[in-house]
């Protein structure tokens, strides 16, 4: 632990500090852990694929395994995203900021590499004020769950520094998050949204929005429960931190997987 300095984010007047020495950091493609609503994460600029293959590196995951892509503001999904249907903007607009990850094909125009993502991408809006405030400085990150592949997800700043050490630049320590629940996980990229992973929110809450999405009109397959972080991580369904699912859900679609 003497290796890595975390950064106290409790205190408003010197969270500024922190927040601008991540912003610095992130924009050298270099990996910053934050807390979420769920779980820590382990972030890099969704748009340097050199940082997301650091990120992946770090984690001990391939690019079969992609990030998802968190966001601080709601109209950043029509930048990243296409056919995002009517029932999405209704689940969003009820639920987040919050524990809700929406896998949706990707702008064909956007310039990154997330890993193998099949053209799709995870996004997920995190309640959390320290994240919320990085994302409205730097845009979307991609960010997995700040544990190694196959470990258990941090719910604290100082268990993702014991599992990561020096592979991360900069700790943003917000206390202790509310995990281990992941995010649940919704794939739109279908002719009808289905329930990837149920996490935080229950097919019942999103069904009252959704209706499609309730139990009895999901089709029949296994709905997956997995851990969270961007989801459980994520590390085998979308990660939670972004809870992930980027393309593929790491975390989320098996693939991607947020805080």
């Not at 975390?6 to 934050?34: E, F, I, M, P, Y």
């Not at 995990?179 to 649940?184: A, K």
Request: glycine share 10%.
């Amino acid at each position: 632990m003497s290796e890595v300095h975390l950064r106290d984010c409790s205190d408003a007047g010197s969270r500024a500090g922190h927040l601008d020495a991540a912003v610095s950091t992130l924009a050298s493609g270099q990996l910053v852990v934050l807390p979420t609503d769920t779980v820590y994460g382990v972030a890099a600029d969704a748009f340097t694929p050199k940082a997301v293959a650091s990120l992946l590196r770090a984690k001990g995951r391939g690019r079969q395994m992609p990030p998802p892509v968190l966001i601080g503001d709601v109209r950043t999904l029509d930048g990243l995203a296409t056919e995002i249907p009517p029932a999405v903007r209704d689940l969003v607009a009820e639920f987040w900021p919050g524990p809700l990850t929406i896998i949706l094909t990707a702008q064909p125009s956007l310039h990154w590499d997330l890993g193998e993502t099949h053209g799709t991408v995870a996004l997920r809006m995190p309640d959390d004020e320290v994240a919320l405030a990085l994302l409205r400085r730097t845009g979307p990150l991609a960010v997995s769950s700040a544990n190694k592949t196959g470990q258990d997800s941090a719910t604290t700043c100082a268990v993702a520094a014991q599992q990561l050490g020096r592979s991360v630049k900069v700790y943003l320590d917000g206390g202790a998050t509310p995990g281990p629940v992941p995010s649940t996980i919704v794939d739109a990229t279908g002719a009808q949204l289905r329930i990837v992973r149920e996490g935080a929110l229950t097919a019942e809450e999103l069904g009252s929005i959704a209706p499609e999405l309730l139990p009895e009109n999901q089709p029949h397959d296994e709905v997956e429960a997995e851990p969270e972080a961007g989801t459980a991580e994520h590390d085998s369904a979308p990660d939670e931190a972004g809870d992930g699912v980027s393309g593929s859900a790491d975390d989320e679609r098996g693939g991607a997987a947020q805080p």
